[in-house]
């Protein structure tokens, strides 16, 4: 099974930037699409962003403009850009990889705290 992990979370105030990071193990990192998702308190996990194996790149409306997803399959590792970030931003960061399939995993998560 794949082993995710990120990094790159943290504290930052209102319209500040922070970049995630996303390490993977094993060798089927290129073969498959790539997501960032955040769960904030009491709410559901949702998607932010995902990537294609070919770089195709889908965001959620709150994020468009403001996040954006990247990989490098050269190190096995996915990015996430946030700009212009906002407090209803807060949440636990999480990458995953094949999402819907057997081969799906899920990191620990990043906390990122928007707040002044």
């Known amino acids: 099974q794949v082993q995710l992990v990120e990094s790159g979370g943290g504290l930052v105030q209102p319209g500040g930037s922070l970049r995630l990071s996303c390490a993977a193990s094993?060798?089927?990192?290129?073969?498959?699409?790539m997501g960032w998702y955040r769960q904030a308190p009491g709410k559901q996990r949702e998607l932010v962003a995902q990537?294609?194996?070919?770089?195709?790149?889908n965001y959620a409306d709150s994020v468009k403009g403001r996040f954006t997803i990247s990989r490098d399959n050269a190190k096995n590792t996915v990015y996430l850009q946030m700009n212009s970030l906002k407090p209803e931003d807060t949440a636990v960061y999480y990458c995953?990889?094949?999402?819907?399939?057997?081969?799906?995993?899920w990191g620990q998560g990043t906390q990122v705290t928007v707040s002044s």
């Open positions: 995953a990889i094949a999402v819907g399939t057997p081969r799906s995993s």
């Open positions: 094993g060798s089927i990192f290129s073969r498959y699409t």
């Open positions: 990537i294609t194996i070919l770089g195709g790149t």
